[in-house]
T-cell receptor, first 114, second 114 residues
Framework: NAGVTQTPKFQVLKTGQSMTLQCAQDMNHEYMSWYRQDPGMGLRLIHYSVGAGITDQGEVPNGYNVSRSTTEDFPLRLLSAAPSQTSVYFC?????????????FGQGTRLTVV | SQKIEQNSEALNIQEGKTATLTCNYTNYSPAYLQWYRQDPGRGPVFLLLIRENEKEKRKERLKVTFDTTLKQSLFHITASQPADSATYLCALDGLGGGYNKLIFGAGTRLAVHP
């Protein structure tokens, strides 16, 4: 039982490049989310999904796309990277039951855009 | 505007003492509030969840209170140990609609000295 797995752990991109951050969970959780964490700020929600085929925007969705074709996977795509997207990205999942809304986080992807 | 505030300065305490961390929020009406621990280079780890109709929650040496009138949560670690040194994040379901869409404070760094 690996929990939430993110790849890669580190990435350097040039401005304008595209890439996909991978996230997979093996807990059969319905809810999955992507957050970014910047120094001195709380984690901010980028996109979330409540189940396969269903995604929606969070607080800071601009510049990012997501899709959810399976329960397990929730990739985050940067279509044209910008220096403002330099951050640490965390994927999280949680069970879709109201009484059990603990979120499980991956180890993070540290992205630098130069 | 909506915001969540945690003590931005680090909290330094002596081993064995009780650490008390504060989380204040404005212009939210959360159904629940959560506390997470984050170690450097790692993802947040869930500690406790308290619902709006609960005043207090305990788990081993941890205690959380939730005052919806004051819009404040207090997080206590009793008999603190150097291993408790970490950053502690509070989070609430600030975006509405359920689905565990969390809004995070910036965190308070706790250092427990032997």
């Amino acid at each position: 039982n690996a929990g939430v797995t993110q790849t890669p752990k580190f990435q350097v991109l040039k401005t304008g490049q595209s890439m996909t951050l991978q996230c997979a969970q093996d807990m059969n959780h319905e809810y999955m989310s992507w957050y970014r964490q910047d120094p001195g700020m709380g984690l901010r929600l980028i996109h979330y999904s409540v189940g396969a085929g269903i995604t929606d925007q969070g607080e800071v969705p601009n510049g990012y796309n997501v899709s959810r074709s399976t329960t397990e996977d929730f990739p985050l795509r940067l279509l044209s990277a910008a220096p403002s997207q330099t951050s640490v990205y965390f994927c999280a999942s949680s069970h879709g039951q109201t009484l059990n809304t603990e979120a499980f986080f991956g180890q993070g992807t540290r992205l630098t855009v130069v | 505007s909506q915001k969540i505030e945690q003590n931005s300065e680090a909290l330094n305490i002596q081993e064995g003492k009780t650490a008390t961390l504060t989380c204040n929020y404005t212009n939210y009406s959360p159904a629940y509030l959560q506390w997470y621990r984050q170690d450097p280079g790692r993802g947040p780890v869930f500690l406790l969840l308290i619902r709006e109709n609960e005043k207090e929650k305990r788990k081993e040496r941890l205690k959380v209170t939730f005052d919806t009138t004051l819009k404040q949560s207090l997080f206590h670690i009793t008999a603190s140990q150097p291993a408790d040194s970490a950053t502690y994040l509070c989070a609430l379901d600030g975006l509405g609609g359920g689905y565990n869409k969390l809004i995070f404070g910036a965190g308070t760094r706790l250092a427990v000295h032997p």
